[in-house]
């Protein structure tokens, strides 16, 4: 099993840009997150999905949005790409919504 | 606003010591608790997982749960260089994970 799988590793953005991070999990998992995490601060809930065409936002959606067409892949968008979406992205799933979750590698963004 | 505390650190101690991480949260309706590790430039992964009050231990480490007075907390006894990463408190509340910022903990030779 590859787990969860994240791509891009890395990626420069300029200021209005769009871009998709993709991420698959070949666990058969329901449940799907996607966090930010900025420098020495925690992780930050954008969204998540408890299923194939269930999502719901997190803590910090503004600026992002994301689909769940399959059990494996959840997808985030970012529309115009601003500054403050300078983070690094981890996606996340697991097999029940409270229960540990297992991460990707993350994707580094900037945006300049 | 749910809020999970945690001392940013760092925390060192030596090798072969018992290090102790606190964690406090705010939503009494809390159920689920976890310990992640992170490594510099890595992601998080879970170290110990807790529901209930009490102890709960796995080789090396024990987390330790308050429902009472909200706190959590992880021992890691005779801890090893390759312990040094910064570790994650999770509360899960109404099914929503809430992270805090991490300790980081140093453990010199």
């Known amino acids: 099993n590859a787990g969860v799988t994240q791509t891009p590793k890395f990626r420069i953005l300029k200021i209005g840009q769009s871009m998709t991070l993709q991420c698959t999990q070949d666990m058969n998992h329901n449940y799907m997150y996607w966090y930010r995490q900025d420098p020495g601060m925690g992780l930050k809930l954008i969204y998540y999905s408890v299923g194939a065409g269930i999502t719901d936002k997190g803590e910090v959606p503004n600026g992002y949005n994301v689909s769940r067409s399959t059990t494996e892949d959840f997808p985030l968008r970012l529309e115009l790409a601003a500054p403050s979406q300078t983070s690094v992205y981890f996606c996340a799933s697991s097999i029940l919504l409270d229960y540990e979750q297992y991460f990707g590698p993350g994707t580094r963004l900037t945006v300049t | 606003q749910k809020e999970v505390e945690q001392n940013s650190g760092p925390l060192s101690v030596p090798e072969g010591a018992i290090a102790s991480l606190n964690c406090t949260y705010s939503d009494r309706g809390s159920q689920s608790f976890f310990w992640y590790r992170q490594y510099s430039g890595k992601s998080p992964e879970l170290i110990m997982s807790i529901y209930s009050n009490g102890d709960k231990e796995d080789g090396r480490f024990t987390a330790q749960l308050n429902k009472a007075s909200q706190y959590v907390s992880l021992l890691i006894r005779d801890s090893q260089p390759s312990d040094s990463a910064t570790y994650l408190c999770?509360?899960?509340?109404?099914?929503?994970?809430?992270f805090g910022r991490g300790t980081s903990l140093i453990v010199h030779p």
């Open positions: 999770a509360v899960t509340a109404a099914l929503i994970p809430t």
